[in-house]
């Protein structure tokens, strides 16, 4: 499951919550400081995790 960051616009408050695919685009995201749903993603580096050995 992707782990996806934010940033409130209200408080400032930087967070990541772990969302589905579908979760991420029905669920609207709250701040768990001050409860706002003004929050904007941030871009974040990701990892990829394969069965192959290099």
């Known amino acids: ?3 996806y960051e934010f940033v ?3 408080c ?3 967070f990541e919550i772990a969302l589905s695919f579908a ?3 029905k669920k609207k ?3 768990p ?3 706002s749903t003004q929050v904007s993603q ?3 580096a990701f990892f990829a995790n394969t069965s ?3």
Do not use: D, F, G, Q
Request: proline share 4%; charged share 50%; glycine share 0%.
């Open 42 to 44: 941030t871009l974040s």
């Open 33 to 35: 400081k001050c409860k």
């Open 29 to 31: 995201i709250k701040c």
């Open 1 to 3: 499951m992707p782990i």
């Open 23 to 25: 979760e991420r685009e």
């Open 12 to 14: 400032k408050k930087a």
């Open 8 to 10: 409130c616009k209200k």
């Open 52 to 54: 192959k050995k290099s």
